[in-house]
């Protein structure tokens, strides 16, 4: 970041308590509104289950971006760098190990589309006035980008007796257990890509459509 340009920094589970301090100072000293700083926190349970990436990222001040796999890692990656930009903050990315360790193969796309969320960033930039890390500023980017999708939702008015809050890996295994059990596209589901700061509008606008909420 240092030399004008973007970076991202990946950081294994064994390394997180000992980086807890370089995150924090990365958020003190982060102030560059023309590049983005992402940083990739390794998830895993398994072999470190009393480290919880997303405690440690929330503690130092971080917003926090988990994808639920390897093709939504890539741009969950352009994601977090447009929210860094926005919101003059580095941004954590929670990966799970069963993503980081995938052989899946991800077709290829442009690198780079210019879109209204980058002219969203630019404007912010212009105005100058939002302060570092601001949430309304970087919900505003994020719901741009729809980080946080609700699916199956039932008719305003109506309820649902169950729906399924979801986020990273366990998205895709909730996926596949609703499609064995026939219901897919039959459940309410909101799938979190933004996990601090929390949405608030849109996580009460799913809840008030189900009577329960399981949160995976």
Not at 55 to 75: K, M, N, T, Y
Not at 167 to 177: F, K, S, T
């Amino acid at each position: 970041v240092r030399g004008g340009r973007s970076a991202v920094a990946v950081i294994p589970a064994s390394d997180l308590v000992g980086a807890v301090e370089g995150l924090r100072g990365a958020r003190a000293s982060f102030g560059n509104p023309e590049q983005g700083l992402v940083v990739v926190l390794e998830d895993d349970p398994e072999n470190e289950p009393m480290i919880c990436p997303r405690r440690l990222a929330i503690g130092a001040g971080l917003p926090v971006v988990e994808p639920a796999d390897l093709a939504s890692l890539r741009d969950a990656i352009e994601q977090a760098l447009r929210l860094s930009r926005a919101g003059t903050v580095p941004v954590a990315i929670v990966v799970h190990r069963v993503v980081l360790s995938s052989m899946e193969s991800v077709p290829a796309r442009p690198n780079r589309v210019v879109t209204t969320v980058d002219e969203l960033i630019l404007q912010r930039r212009l105005r100058g006035s939002t302060r570092l890390g601001d949430a309304p500023d970087l919900l505003r980017v994020a719901r741009r980008l729809e980080l946080n999708v609700a699916t199956s939702l039932p008719s305003p008015g109506e309820r649902e007796v169950v729906g399924f809050i979801a986020l990273g890996a366990c998205e895709r295994a909730l996926a596949d257990v609703l499609s064995e059990l026939q219901l897919a596209g039959r459940v309410p589901v909101l799938r979190l890509g933004l996990v601090s700061p929390i949405d608030d509008a849109a996580l009460q606008r799913f809840i008030d459509r189900v009577q329960h909420v399981v949160v995976l």
